[in-house]
């Protein structure tokens, strides 16, 4: 396999736009992206940048780019506020560095380089995963919540086209009056 550079100008941002585009119109299946979203994604590098690449190396890059997002976005929670929104980078003494990196491998780059694209990677990786039991997430077995809510307010009104209504976008920021739930 040819190792391929991601660095190339807005081949890493085509990515992880088509990677969400996919998973919203296709979802996941486990923790990764279907095989045909693979496939859609290098259709768009291959059309968009002329990058070619094979769908292993995309889900090298996808595991990549998560491993550094779970790693900025702990940083990015830790106390002391040390993050930089500006700069997108950290400030934390050697020692800190040091501790930080001996619990996560991918730590590491990001003392010197920003993670790229960090409101596409939110929008990527954030709710991946289900926090609980009997709790949805993109690779929830259980039905979406919208799709209650919508099974519940029909009142039996057979002539109205609910399918017609996508499944909402959510994106979560900072200022998101939603709060994890405490176990209890």
């Given at each position: 396999?040819?190792?391929?550079?991601?660095?190339?100008?807005?081949?890493?941002?085509?990515?992880?736009?088509?990677?969400?585009?996919?998973?919203?119109?296709?979802?996941?299946?486990?923790?990764?992206?279907?095989?045909?979203?693979?496939?859609?994604?290098?259709?768009?590098?291959?059309?968009?940048?002329?990058?070619?690449?094979?769908?292993?190396?995309?889900?090298?890059?996808?595991?990549?780019?998560?491993?550094?997002?779970?790693?900025?976005?702990?940083?990015?929670?830790?106390?002391?506020?040390?993050?930089n929104a500006v700069t997108n980078m950290?400030?934390?003494?050697?020692?800190?560095?040091?501790?930080?990196?001996?619990?996560?491998?991918?730590?590491?780059?990001?003392?010197?380089?920003?993670?790229?694209?960090?409101?596409?990677?939110?929008?990527?990786?954030?709710?991946?995963?289900?926090?609980?039991?009997?709790?949805?997430?993109?690779?929830?077995?259980?039905?979406?919540?919208?799709?209650?809510?919508?099974?519940?307010?029909?009142?039996?009104?057979?002539?109205?086209?609910?399918?017609?209504?996508?499944?909402?976008?959510?994106?979560?920021?900072?200022?998101?009056?939603?709060?994890?739930?405490?176990?209890?």
């Amino acid at each position: 396999m040819v190792r391929i550079n991601w660095k190339l100008e807005g081949v890493e941002k085509t990515f992880l736009e088509a990677c969400i585009h996919e998973l919203t119109i296709n979802g996941r299946e486990g923790g990764n992206l279907k095989t045909l979203s693979w496939k859609n994604i290098s259709e768009k590098l291959k059309m968009q940048h002329n990058f070619i690449v094979e769908q292993k190396q995309m889900r090298n890059r996808y595991d990549y780019l998560k491993g550094r997002f779970s790693a900025w976005k702990k940083l990015k929670n830790k106390k002391g506020n040390n993050y930089n929104a500006v700069t997108n980078m950290f400030n934390l003494s050697k020692e800190e560095w040091q501790l930080e990196m001996k619990s996560n491998k991918y730590v590491e780059a990001l003392r010197t380089v920003p993670l790229a694209y960090p409101e596409l990677c939110t929008q990527l990786f954030e709710g991946s995963t289900s926090n609980g039991f009997e709790s949805w997430g993109p690779s929830s077995t259980l039905p979406h919540p919208f799709e209650e809510v919508l099974d519940n307010t029909s009142n039996g009104l057979e002539d109205v086209d609910l399918t017609a209504i996508g499944t909402p976008t959510v994106s979560v920021n900072d200022d998101s009056p939603v709060q994890p739930k405490k176990k209890g």
